[in-house]
């Protein structure tokens, strides 16, 4: 059973421990290639900006040398277009050929264009990029890449041609830099697609329109320009929310990464998309985890198979040390049912307790105080201690230091006083002396053995804490004795206090004598009495004040008790003396209040009781 228990767990841990440090070295690897890869992107943008800056020096000295050319600057200013063109033909040739210039153009100060080397048969419109607006601001060479009429994207260079410190126009080369993109493909490894979103080629001329009906296209992008085969997966590329993704292509493994594709004007145009093979690296990956998985494996026999081993030489161990504990168990049990047995014939109340809880008691405590068993103790105390009766003449709680147990003090006192007076279940006061003795961990072995019969002052106790002479309510040193004790019992309900007086019991006395006044107050005392239930206290407060203690679950119920009470005794005929009624003042006990702020309560409402006519309740 125990190797079940164990072993079953150890080749779930070591299984799951494996897959986790497969996955681990999965991820951490997969993490790596994409941060590695992720990098190209901004790898691919900073040495676009690098070749497109080397690329505008260089042209830009081109424009330098061609403003140079003699009767150049004269033939623009007369505006001899053909001319021009002748002058200037074997140098765009060759510029074109050599270094791969596509673009160039002569333009006048307000923007019209004089001529276009590349395409001479068109003058005369306006130019209106940004690169020549950027050029003409500052008076100054201007560059960038733009976005044409014929929707490629080109590197442009534009400067002013300044003649005697005027400027007489501008000059623009212009170069497509898809050789550019191209060459950067190929030194980072990565296929390179610009993608343009359609909107773009809205206002296209029909040969541009036409152009389109060879690239491949999405639902919302061309693709213009593209350094390998387009993927499938393009669509989703382009239109999903991610930045990166992974993808299959042409029986290889890419990285997709893609960027914001935008011009000098800052225009959105769509993507740059780059397709990084990491075919390789998934490669040498997967060949690193089947190592791993292996040698995974391997220990994992080891560690299950030791693993075995050890448990089943503890469990050898464990079911020796069970049997002993079994026996000693069952010893202990035995002991346990004797011990019990010979508490139980004591006549003394017999426990065993450490000071604060009860570990076993005899009949004889269940038999004094009235409880069935220990779990009907158990709902009402929590020590024995708890029933200590608090007066001088006996030892309490109130007598046990800060921080120690009632037990370890009583102990080290001497005999006469190891003393100690408890209620039984008719809370009659019982006197008993207390005898100690150590019994094991902790506990100890207390005897209570009643010398109520045998004390000289048994008797005075008695009627001291117990009931008034005259009228046979319990007296009020009873109430100060054992008003926390009721507090106690009546948890969890709450306490009702009624304070009740006869009303205009001195005309009685002065009618008819004290005599008859005694009787009146005995009678009084029977009627409410018969109307109390057998848990509530009645106690003489002083001459024909009463105070009656009862528990009830709300102020309502309080109400009913108490003028069930008043209704008694106004409906009662005394001897000789007829009807008398009485006033009532009642309250709820407030818990961790002073019981005398309760009683002040109860005897401010009698008071009001008394002002407004007497013979009726008031509760506050």
């Known amino acids: 059973m125990f190797r079940l228990h164990l072993y079953i767990p150890l080749i779930i841990v070591t299984i799951l421990m494996s897959s986790l440090v497969v996955l681990s070295v999965i991820y951490i690897q997969e993490d790596s290639i994409h941060k590695n ?10 040495n676009l900006n690098e070749k497109v800056s080397a690329e505008a020096v260089v042209i830009g000295e081109y424009i330098d040398f061609i403003q140079s050319v003699d ?17 200037l033909k074997d140098i765009y040739d060759r510029l074109h050929k050599n270094v791969e210039i596509t673009h160039m153009y002569f333009i006048k100060n307000d923007g019209t264009v004089l001529l276009r080397m590349h395409d001479y048969g068109r003058a005369n419109d306006i130019i209106g990029r940004t690169t020549f607006k950027k050029s003409k601001e500052s008076q100054s060479l201007f560059y960038g890449l733009e976005f044409g009429p014929k929707k490629n994207y080109t590197l442009r260079v534009v400067k002013p041609w300044i003649i005697d410190g005027r400027v007489i126009g501008y000059i623009e080369l212009g170069k497509e830099i898809d050789k550019i993109i191209n060459e950067l493909s190929h030194s980072l490894n990565t296929h390179i697609y610009l993608a343009v979103k359609k909107e773009i080629y809205k206002n296209s001329s029909e040969f541009v329109k036409n152009s389109l009906s060879s690239k491949v296209e999405t639902s919302n992008h061309y693709i213009v320009y593209n350094t390998s085969s387009i993927p499938q997966e393009m669509e989703s590329i382009l239109n999903g929310s991610n930045s990166y993704n992974d993808i299959s292509h042409d029986n290889s493994e890419y990285f997709v990464a893609k960027e914001p594709l935008s011009d000098i004007s800052g225009q959105d145009l769509g993507y740059f998309v780059f397709l990084s093979d990491v075919s390789l690296e998934h490669s040498v990956m997967y060949g690193s985890i089947k190592v791993l998985s ?14 075995y081993y050890l448990l089943h030489k503890r469990e050898r161990s464990i079911f020796r040390l069970t049997s002993k504990l079994e026996k000693r168990k069952t010893d202990l049990e035995t002991f346990n049912v004797k011990l019990q047995k010979i508490f139980d014939l004591q006549r003394n109340i017999v426990i065993i307790t450490d000071g604060k809880k009860l570990t076993m008691v005899n009949k ?9 068993d220990m779990d009907d103790f158990s ?19 109130g007598k046990v230091p800060e921080g120690e147990t009632w037990v370890n003090t009583i102990k080290d006192l001497p005999g006469d006083k190891r003393i100690v007076a408890m209620l039984d279940h008719d809370l009659m006061s019982h006197a008993f002396s207390v005898s100690v003795n150590k019994f094991e961990d902790g506990n100890f072995i207390v005897s209570f053995t009643d010398i109520s019969n045998t004390m000289i002052e048994h008797s005075k106790l008695k009627r001291k ?23 106690k019992e009546t948890y969890p309900s709450n306490l009702g206090i009624i304070l009740c007086d006869i009303d205009h019991f001195k005309r009685v006395n002065d ?24 848990n509530d206290y009645l106690i003489r407060w002083g001459g024909e004040e009463f105070v009656i203690l009862i528990k009830v679950n709300n102020i309502k119920l309080l109400k009913k008790v108490t003028e069930n009470i008043r209704k008694c005794i106004e409906n009662y005929n005394f001897d000789e003396v007829g009807r008398v009624t009485s006033s009532f003042g009642a309250t709820l006990y407030i818990d961790g209040e002073e019981i005398s702020t309760s009683i002040a309560r109860a005897d401010k409402a009698l008071y009001i009781a008394k002002d407004n006519g007497r013979n009726q309740l008031i509760v506050l």
């Open 37 to 46: 890869k992720e990098s190209i992107s901004k790898e691919f943008t900073k």
């Open 71 to 87: 009767d150049i600057s004269d033939l623009f200013l007369i505006q001899d277009k053909k001319e021009l063109n002748n002058a």
């Open 294 to 307: 292996a040698i995974l494996f391997l220990i994992s026999i080891i560690l299950i198979s030791g693993g």
């Open 364 to 372: 004889a405590m269940f038999y004094f105080f009235g409880f069935d």
């Open 379 to 397: 709902k009402h105390h929590n020590c024995i201690c708890d029933r200590f009766v608090v007066n001088d003449n006996f030892f309490h709680l």
């Open 465 to 487: 804490i117990t009931l008034d002479k005259l009228t046979g309510a319990f007296n009020r040193e009873f109430f100060e004795i054992n008003i926390d004790l009721i507090i």
């Open 511 to 534: 009618t008819y004598g004290h005599n008859r006044g005694d009787i009146v107050l005995k009678e009084f005392t029977g009627i409410i009495k018969s109307s109390m239930r057998e």
